[in-house]
């Protein structure tokens, strides 16, 4: 506010009031005045704490901070409370009110989208299930069929079978009796059937001797 003049006079005044007081008391330097060259390379030393003094000047800190906050956050609750009752807080009312049907809307037609969705893949789904039962039935069929045909093809084998009927069972008795049948058979390392229990080997020439069929 001064120039170098003003400073001047200031300290005149100063020291001119100071002497006549007759104290010895230290003079303010002027303000805007440069750092005295005796202290231009001074470098202040940190000042060195206890842990426990440290620890201590963290946890005021943080209470402070705490508390600062607290009540930053009791009058903002206050100033909103005090602020329903105005003009500011019914146009709030109604932009939420604005907002809440807009979200309402984009809700239901996000339902409306994913019920589409899901009715479409339930549909194919039931496709899906449907192409597959009627395919399960069709190999059902398939196999129900050659089930019946591989039973009458057996039950036709078994038909042409001759079997001794009732009425003819006396013949077939006679028949057994007269003409005997040995299932007994040996079979030599060449691979030829001797037929009979009491067959003997060097009876049966070997042209006349039966070969095991290889098929």
């Excluded at 003049?5 to 330097?29: A, T």
């Excluded at 809307?105 to 009715?119: D, F, P, S, V, Y």
């Excluded at 449907?130 to 069929?141: D, F, H, M, T, Y």
């Excluded at 050659?146 to 057996?154: A, K, S, T, V």
Aim: aromatic share 6%; no cysteine.
């Amino acid at each position: 506010m001064f120039g170098s003049s003003g400073s001047r006079v200031l300290n005149v005044i100063n020291i001119s009031y100071l002497q006549s007081r007759s104290k010895r008391v230290w003079v303010r330097k002027p303000l805007g005045s440069p750092m005295a060259k005796s202290k231009i390379f001074r470098i202040t030393p940190k000042p060195v704490l206890p842990e426990d003094e440290k620890a201590e000047i963290k946890r005021l800190f943080d209470n402070y901070k705490n508390s600062m906050k607290s009540i930053r956050q009791y009058f903002f609750e206050q100033s909103l409370k005090q602020a329903e009752s105005g003009e500011v807080a019914q146009m709030k009312h109604r932009l939420d009110d604005q907002e809440h049907e807009r979200l309402m809307e984009e809700n239901r037609l996000e339902n409306e989208k994913t019920a589409m969705l899901r009715q479409e893949r339930l549909k194919i789904q039931a496709e899906k299930a449907q192409q597959n039962v009627l395919a399960s039935l069709i190999k059902k069929e398939r196999e129900s069929k050659l089930h019946e045909i591989q039973i009458e093809d057996f039950l036709m084998k078994q038909m042409s079978t001759p079997f001794i009927q009732p009425e003819n069972i006396e013949k077939a008795i006679e028949d057994a009796l007269a003409n005997p049948v040995n299932f007994n058979f040996a079979l030599d390392l060449d691979g030829y059937i001797y037929r009979g229990k009491d067959t003997s080997i060097d009876t049966i020439p070997e042209e006349k001797r039966e070969r095991l069929n290889s098929n």
